[in-house]
């Protein structure tokens, strides 16, 4: 492609400039390293013409990102993942519902967990969703750009405790906690133990491990309850707490799930 007005590629001029190669130019842009007219400019492929001045921050390193990890408190009515229960990537997609990849922008983050880190543009690409939430349900959902991240989503998810509380509707029957815990079937198959406890008058607070779509409500309706929300608020030993409904952090290097 010819350079239109002596305008060039953002890297091309870093790298002609510094002597360097054109991906350690990529980096130290995308690495939020490179000014242009004094206004930050992550993208290499942005064009700048002749008479603009282009600046190196002091210090500048060409290195690759490492990829992040963010977790989500998605508020219902955003479709996260594939719309499906908590833990399962099987369900139909939600039509027309926003989705939850557009509420991590830097403005909504969550800053108070950890080391200060640096937002910037390349932290929002290529994320993947291996912890979907139903649209109309609320709560933690992660997304990653680590392959060993996602790895262990997809491998161990039905093995992590998903912590979910549960607002409900109607009159329990009697001895329907304990039928909660232990006595019912789902899809013709009985559940295992679960831990079901009530944490007020109308929310239940649900730990368990391979959760399948459509179970809690399934479980609830069975001892003459009917769901009206659901918030999931831990996965393994990664919790919700503190974030506030529609903001995001990173996840620590030494948080594991």
């Known amino acids: 492609m010819a350079d239109v ?12 400039e510094l002597g ?6 990529e980096l130290y842009i995308e690495g939020g390293s490179v000014s242009v007219d ?6 290499p492929g942005a064009r700048v013409a002749p008479h603009q001045q282009v600046q190196l921050a002091p210090g500048a390193r060409a290195e690759e990102l490492p990829p992040v990890t963010l977790i989500l408190h998605k508020p219902p009515d955003f479709e996260a993942g594939l719309g499906a229960a908590p833990g399962d990537p099987r369900a139909s997609r939600s039509q027309g519902a926003p989705s939850a990849l557009d509420l991590l922008e830097p403005e909504r983050r969550h800053a108070g ?10 932290h929002f690409r290529n994320l993947a969703c291996h912890t979907p939430l139903p649209t109309e349900a609320s709560g933690l959902v992660v997304y990653t750009q680590d392959a060993r991240v996602a790895r262990k989503l997809q491998q161990d998810i039905e093995t992590l405790e998903q912590e979910c509380i549960v607002q409900v509707a109607g009159q329990i029957m009697e001895g329907g906690l304990q039928k ?7 899809n013709g198959r009985p ?3 679960i831990k079901v406890s009530w944490q007020s008058e109308e929310r239940l607070r649900f ?5 399948r779509p459509g179970q809690i409500p399934a479980m609830c309706s069975a001892v003459g309850l009917q769901v009206t929300a659901i918030k999931r608020i831990r996965i393994g030993r990664i919790a919700l707490a503190p974030l506030a409904e529609g903001h995001w952090r990173y996840v620590q290097p030494w948080e594991r799930f």
Do not use: D
């Open 5 to 16: 007005g002596g305008a060039i590629r953002l890297s091309k001029r870093v790298a002609a």
């Open 20 to 25: 360097c190669s054109r991906r350690e130019a």
């Open 38 to 43: 004094g206004r930050l400019v992550e993208e």
């Open 113 to 122: 967990n950890g080391p200060p880190v640096r937002v910037l543009r390349k």
């Open 180 to 186: 909660l815990c232990h006595g019912l079937e789902f």
């Open 191 to 193: 559940l295992p133990p």
């Open 207 to 211: 730990a368990l491990k391979g959760i």
